[in-house]
């Protein structure tokens, strides 16, 4: 119980006592769970929480209440939330949207790096956009680029259309199973083509923490038995629409790197490098297809 015999209590003496409840249920980081639902709750920055003077409300304690228990129950934050924070966007959650990871932002940084050096305007596809992070992105950063995005999932696509009216941006979404039906859509062919594909092994889903597991849609995660499924079907299909000297940045797993630069080799692919997270972690892959 967070609530004492007056039914209020100040958002320290709240935080504290809803981290200690976390950890004591074996939740990850309980200190930034506790403070991130209560932030967002009173509609403050996390950093201003310690500021706070006024008491909690019945209401806000008992939403908290229900919050954290939901937290203990190993809910993510974002699904708890509805949404999640991704470079400098909101983003809606559904069911069949992958909550978007902070990795991907560092893709993001990597698909702008090339689109700068490129200059002007681009092309760009997003295949396999979930809530729209990537495209949504690139279309707010680089509004100069025209940006189209795909996914399997009908619901993923209205969530992310959803995403991009509210970020005031323009994306053209197709539905469809990764390039089917692409090359009559974009006669024109493409720029460059970004994709966070489903990574991880069969065999590891069941290994995954609770929050990713329980969580976010299999359809999202299932790369097949090794993991590298999606990226050779998106490097043999790609070709239809890429442009001469089009590039391509994929994010992957962890060590996954080397294994998807051989499979862009083989499948006639320039190797450009690869790009770390912020943890260091090799993240995207960059490559360019070049026919002459
Ligand atoms: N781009 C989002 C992000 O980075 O947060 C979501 C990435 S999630 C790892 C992979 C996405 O690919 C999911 O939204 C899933 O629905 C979609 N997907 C899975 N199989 C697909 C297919 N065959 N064709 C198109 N999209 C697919
Ligand atoms: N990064 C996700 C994870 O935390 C996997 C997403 C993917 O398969 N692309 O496991």
Redesign the pocket.
Same mark, same amino acid.
């Given at each position: 119980m967070l609530a004492d015999a007056a039914g209020a209590r100040r958002t320290r003496e709240t935080v504290r006592v809803a981290a200690g409840e976390l950890e004591g249920a074996g939740v990850p980081e309980p200190l930034a769970s506790a403070e991130v639902l209560l932030s967002e709750l009173l509609g403050v920055g996390r950093a201003d929480l310690a500021l706070q003077t006024k008491l909690l409300t019945r209401d806000q304690l008992s939403t908290y209440e229900n919050w954290t228990s939901r937290r203990k129950a190993r809910e993510p934050v974002q699904r708890i939330l509805g949404y999640a924070y991704f470079r400098n966007l909101k983003l809606k959650l559904s069911q069949?949207?992958?909550?978007?990871?902070p990795d991907?932002e560092s893709?993001v940084e990597a698909v702008l790096e090339r689109l700068d050096a490129r200059g002007g305007a681009a092309g760009v596809l =997003?295949?396999?956009?979930?809530?729209g992070?990537?495209a949504v992105s690139v279309a707010q950063e680089r509004p100069r680029c025209s940006v189209y995005a795909?996914?399997?999932?009908e619901v993923?696509l209205e969530v992310a259309r959803r995403n991009a009216e509210e970020a005031g941006v323009d994306v053209c979404f197709y539905p469809? =199973?990764?390039f089917s039906g692409l090359e009559q859509l974009l006669p024109g062919g493409i720029d460059l083509l970004v994709?966070?594909?489903?990574?991880v092994k069969s065999g590891d889903l069941r290994h995954l923490p609770p929050e990713v597991r329980d969580w976010d849609?299999p359809?999202?995660?299932d790369g097949g038995p090794d993991g590298l499924g999606?990226y050779r079907r998106i490097l043999a299909e790609a070709p239809g629409v890429l442009r001469e000297g089009a590039e391509v940045v994929l994010?992957v797993g962890e060590s996954q790197d080397e294994a998807v630069m051989e499979l862009g080799r083989r499948a006639g692919f320039v190797p450009l490098g690869v790009r770390p997270d912020l943890a260091g972690t090799p993240r995207a892959v960059l490559l360019a297809w070049r026919t002459a």
């Open positions: 069949e949207t992958l909550v978007p990871r991907t893709v =997003d295949l396999g956009t979930g809530s992070a990537i795909t996914d399997v999932s993923a469809g =199973d990764l994709s966070n594909p489903p990574y849609p359809a999202a995660l999606f994010e």
